[in-house]
């Protein structure tokens, strides 16, 4: 079980940009997938999930209505659309995914057993 993030960089407050996470060796259509992230001297966050079953999302407070996750399976590839991003987005974004977490866990880092590499996320003001 592989993943690999992308899309990351340096966009202005107000932008937007799209990470990808990119799987292989399992279908991301039967696992549930996470979007987290973890700022300079803060704790790693839960952003976005999904559930590559039904397709069910989770959004933290913070990102309602700005950020998007979601799949295309023909690609194994799960989205982070992040529109209106701001400067407290700014963090290194990873990727997880894991078959077996009840959904109430989604947002728990611990839950999930494989990871992606971060992608940097820097927003200036």
């Known amino acids: 079980v592989q993943l690999q993030a992308s899309g990351g960089g340096l966009v202005q407050a107000g932008g937007s940009l799209r990470l990808s996470c990119e799987a292989s060796?399992?279908?991301?259509?039967?696992?549930?997938i996470g979007w987290f992230r973890q700022a300079p001297g803060k704790e790693r966050e839960g952003v976005a999930c999904?559930?590559?079953?039904?397709?069910?999302?989770l959004y933290e407070d913070s990102v309602k209505g700005r950020f998007t996750i979601s799949r295309d399976n023909t690609e194994n590839t799960v989205f982070l659309q992040m529109n209106s991003q701001k400067p407290e987005d700014t963090a290194v974004y990873y990727c997880?995914?894991?078959?077996?977490?009840?959904?109430?866990?989604?947002?728990?880092?611990?839950?999930?057993?494989?990871w992606g590499q971060g992608t940097l996320v820097t927003v200036s003001s």
């Open positions: 997880a995914a894991d078959q077996s977490i009840i959904w109430s866990e989604v947002k728990n880092q611990y839950a999930y057993d494989y």
């Open positions: 060796g399992f279908a991301l259509d039967s696992y549930i």
């Open positions: 999904m559930d590559g079953y039904d397709g069910r999302t």
